[in-house]
């Protein structure tokens, strides 16, 4: 990670004195920065450890950590903190981790060895009977567990030159953005905001703000207090932050409520998902300086981003100068340049980068180079008339809703396509349906959703009905509700 080093060293040589991390009332100068990453390290190295895992809030620690590990080559798996104790043993198992260095340990989560106190960090060591595949951690920096739309959590691997590759294109493309204070509202084991948020910033010269998640208010993985959010981001009158499209919906909500909302910003990436073409445009609409971007884990979080200079509505940006895209016959993107060294235990991983990946995702670039999503190849819907439809599309337009939290559409080899909503407090049937009704009408016929199902709880990580990154997981969502939907068609049909 020579490139993060070097760039750490600069900034403690030439401005020592500069803020260079912020919580709270807390500050770490870059002179400091430097100095207990190198503490850190020097502590670790006796322990010759190849695989190790973080598992704490996003705080200071977290990064000095993140980074004492990847200056000693040791491989870093970030944990998630919603993750399930099911999903964090195996992935203490998958990878044969041999430490964890945390804040506080839980013995459930842990099969513990032994713990040893390195500040304010404790490094919580591991009886494992998997033990670390030295042949294939040999040129792998950070593995990135997604838990994606079905199964265990998978690890993907990234090297050093995936990193540093993607982080100097991001760099360059927000280099006259204005940017001098970025806020950390995603977890940081998430790979987007480990990457734009931690590594970008330091390369820039920039200061990272990072905060306990409870106190912008993720009281949990489905639970978020809007005004204890704004209240944070104008404590810390941050220049840029990374939303998912959940987030983008707040901080339009907000917005409207108060227009001094949200006036330090210079430049928010919205990610994670499809966001409604309606909702980025009443972002702009209120000033909110929002931009869609595009990536995935396999391809080092980010493949393309709109930007206040080359922005164009609907798209999610053009392809940054890190890799290539390319659209195949059938219409999904094919993804090449900085790509994973692969998936944990596959056999070729390690020979060599992968050449491609198949995102899964459908769409087209225009003429002038600006990437469109259009839906997911295996989320891709087929009525019983033969329809294609993608679920995404009507996710996104229904979503903007205040009266809607989350929803979900299915009705793959049905007559017409019906949505499990989650709606806000306090919503009722009655409200629902009449939503409904004025959506359809600006919906093609074999569009429109004639059924719903009100959701027995919110979609959320603790349940397996969303991902790490805030994508619902249909499948688990569609067994979860498959009797309830059956008798939905069966009314219907009997009506």
Known sequence: MNFLFNALTERALNRGQEKAITSGKLSVDNASLLNRVDRLATELSAFHFQCIALYM??????????????????????????????????????????AVLCQEFDSKLFNIKDRVALNSIQLVLLDNSQQPDISQLNKVAKITYTSGSTGQPKGVCLSVNNIENVCLALANTLADQGIKRHLCIMPLATLLENIAGVYVPLIMGNCIQVEPLS????????????????????????????????????????????????????????????????????????????????????????????????????????????????????????????????????????????AEVHTGDLGYIDDEGYLYISGRRKNLLVSSFGRNIAPEWVESELSQSPLVSQVAIFGDAKPYISAIITPQENVTDGQIQTLLETLNKNLPDYAQVKGWIRSKEAFSTQNQLLTDNGRIRRDFILKAYEEAFEKLYITAQSA
């Open 215 to 354: 106190e912008l208010g993720f009281q949990q993985s489905s639970q978020f207090d809007a005004i204890q959010f704004a209240t944070c981001i104008e404590r810390c009158q941050p220049d840029s932050l990374i939303l998912l499209p959940q987030l983008l919906k707040s901080v339009i909500q907000l917005k409207q409520a108060n227009p001094n909302y949200f006036n330090s910003l210079k430049f928010a990436a919205v990610g994670g998902g499809k966001s409604a073409q309606s909702a980025l445009e009443q972002a702009h609409q209120l000033g909110l300086p929002v931009y869609e971007g595009y990536g995935l884990s396999e391809c080092a979080a980010t493949v393309s981003l709109n930007t206040p200079l080359h922005n164009k509505p609907g798209s999610v940006g053009k392809v940054l100068s890190h890799t290539q895209v390319r659209i195949d016959q059938s219409g999904e993107i094919i993804v090449s340049g900085q790509t994973m060294l692969g998936y944990l235990h596959q056999d070729d991983l390690n020979r060599s980068q992968q």
């Open 57 to 98: 809030d996003n705080c200071i620690d977290w990064i000095i950590a993140d980074l004492a590990a990847m200056k000693l080559g040791i491989t870093v798996i970030p944990i998630p903190l919603f993750f399930s104790q099911g999903q964090v043993q195996h992935l203490i198992q998958d990878a044969g981790i041999e």
